[in-house]
């Protein structure tokens, strides 16, 4: 039997998908990919749900790419994996709230930005650490991008620097930070509550359209450029370090 990855539950028009797989940081492995998948879609067919509520179990939110997994190789289809999974997302016929109060890096920022709201508490922290592993935020710059301004996104996808949410919020990643992530992330539903799911669903699609499109011209050339640098001398070394708790080899 699969090991269970992904809570879900549902009330007051709500769905809950939380990310529990806190023993390797809820990275993005096949499994849990498409647990989430799943339960997405779940969402999507009940018509009792208005809203879906992304969070997590656990300090961290999503620590990207399962770096195990990819160096066993097969790159090229997780990728594709992330690539859908964010499109599901975007897509989604209802909005997703993302409720964060850990820590967020590489792939993990590519669901924040999906996200049609998201709200991180004191305890999060931010970074586009590819650049650091020998690679690049090739799949997520789709959904991130949009989201950033040009000189926060110069910053923080070439130095992978770690920031916290306020500088998130500032920079147009996240929605807010808020002092207390249950009450933020409850006031944001409640809200949802009081709206027409004919209303959600109608104007959902005016926020994502762009988006989408850019997933349409550009998101085959990216998909590329992910496998192939995963399949690097550069990202074998960066994930060996990584795993390995050292220095790069390129480090001074």
């Not at 016929?93 to 890096?105: E, L, M």
């Not at 669903?201 to 997933?215: G, S």
Request: hydrophobic residues 50%; proline residues 5%.
């Amino acid at each position: 039997m699969t090991d269970r990855l992904v809570q879900y539950s549902a009330e007051r028009g709500i769905a809950r998908i939380a990310l529990d797989s806190p023993r390797n940081r809820n990275a993005l492995s096949a499994a849990l990919v498409a647990q989430v998948e799943q339960a997405l879609a779940e969402a999507a067919a009940d018509d009792g749900v208005r809203a879906v509520e992304l969070t997590h179990t656990g300090s961290t939110f999503c620590a990207g790419a399962d770096l195990a997994e990819a160096r066993r190789g097969g790159m090229a289809t997780g990728t594709a994996r992330l690539m859908a999974l964010l499109r599901r997302i975007l897509a989604l016929p209802k909005p997703v709230v993302a409720s964060i109060d850990g820590h967020v890096r590489a792939g993990g920022m590519g669901l924040v930005g999906a996200c049609d709201i998201a709200l991180a508490g004191p305890a999060s922290t931010f970074a586009f650490s590819e650049v650091r592993l020998g690679l690049a935020p090739a799949i997520i710059s789709l959904t991130t991008l949009p989201r950033l301004s040009a000189r926060a996104a110069g910053r923080c996808y070439l130095t992978g620097e770690t920031f916290d949410a306020p500088a998130a919020a500032a920079m147009g990643l996240i929605t807010e930070a808020v002092p207390d992530i249950d009450a933020g992330t409850t006031a944001v539903l409640d809200a949802l509550r009081l709206a027409s799911p004919q209303g959600l669903a109608e104007t959902k699609p005016l926020l994502t359209a762009d988006v989408l499109a850019r997933f349409d011209a550009s998101g085959a050339a990216l998909a590329q450029q992910s496998a192939r640098l995963f399949a690097s001398a550069d990202a074998a070394e960066g994930m060996a370090a990584f795993l390995a708790k050292r220095p790069p080899s390129w480090a001074v």
